[in-house]
T-cell receptor
C-alpha cells in the first residue's frame, strides 16, 4: 500500500566524491525507468533513462544500473558538485504504449558538503 | 531549449471555488500530463491526455477535475469545487514520445 512520505531518505556526500542513490520499484512488469532531479521550487528534471532490456546506461557524470531480479534501480553521480544538491526520484513506466503514466518513488535528498 | 511553462506560479483560492491551472506544453509534443505533489510527498499521476482525449486517469482525478486543450497550445486543469486537501503543487508535463518534460508547477493553496 501507499506510505505517507513524511521524511525523505537523505544522503550526504563530500564535494568531489561519488554518490549512489538507490530505488526499489514495485512492478516487475515495468519496462522503462527514468531518474529525475528536483531542485527546490522547480519541477522534476530528466536526468537519464533505461529500458528493461538493459542493465546499465551511462550519461555525462551519471550512470543508471538496473537489477530486474530484485527490482532495484540505482543512480551513480561521479565527482559530485554543489549543483547536484536536490531531491532525486526514480520513476517507472508500467507499460510503454501511448500516453504512459510515471509512477514515482519516494525520493532521496542529496546534500553536498563542501 | 524549449520548456513547459505553467501559470500562475502560486494560486490561493477559497474552499469551494473553481480554479483553473494553465500549462503551455512544448510545441511539438503529443502527450500531456498532470501530476500533483503534496508537500513532502512523492509526485502522483493525475491524468494523461492524447489526441484530444483522456488516455488514463488516477483515482485522485474524480468528477471535480477536468482537463482541456482548448486551442492547440494551452493545456488546462480545472478543479470545480476545491477542497482543503487539494492544496499541493500541480505539475504539467509533456512528451513527444517517452521522456516527459515537466514545468515548474503551480502551488495551489486552498483556504
Amino acid at each position: 500500500g501507499e506510505s505517507v512520505g513524511l521524511h525523505l531518505p537523505t544522503l550526504s556526500v563530500q564535494e568531489g566524491d561519488n554518490s549512489i542513490i538507490n530505488c526499489a520499484y514495485s512492478n516487475s512488469a515495468s519496462d522503462y525507468f527514468i531518474w529525475y532531479k528536483q531542485e527546490s521550487g522547480k519541477g522534476p528534471q530528466f536526468i537519464i533513462d533505461i529500458r528493461s532490456n538493459m542493465d546499465k546506461r551511462q550519461g555525462q557524470r551519471v550512470t543508471v544500473l538496473l537489477n530486474k531480479t530484485v527490482k532495484h534501480l540505482s543512480l551513480q553521480i561521479a565527482a559530485t558538485q554543489p549543483g547536484d544538491s536536490a531531491v532525486y526520484f526514480c520513476a517507472e513506466v508500467p507499460i510503454i504504449q501511448g500516453a504512459q503514466k510515471l509512477v514515482f518513488g519516494q525520493g532521496t535528498r542529496l546534500t553536498i558538503n563542501p | 531549449e524549449p520548456e513547459v511553462t505553467q501559470t500562475p506560479s502560486h494560486q490561493v483560492t477559497q474552499m469551494g471555488q473553481e480554479v483553473i491551472l494553465r500549462c503551455v506544453p512544448i510545441s511539438n509534443h503529443l502527450y500531456f500530463y498532470w501530476y500533483r505533489q503534496i508537500l513532502g510527498q512523492k509526485v502522483e499521476f493525475l491524468v494523461s491526455f492524447y489526441n484530444n482525449e483522456i488516455s488514463e486517469k488516477s483515482e485522485i482525478f474524480d468528477d471535480q477535475f477536468s482537463v482541456e486543450r482548448p486551442d492547440g497550445s494551452n493545456f488546462t486543469l480545472k478543479i470545480r469545487s476545491t477542497k482543503l486537501e487539494d492544496s499541493a503543487m500541480y505539475f504539467c508535463a509533456s512528451a513527444r514520445v517517452e521522456v516527459q518534460h515537466f514545468g515548474d508547477g503551480t502551488r495551489l493553496s486552498i483556504l
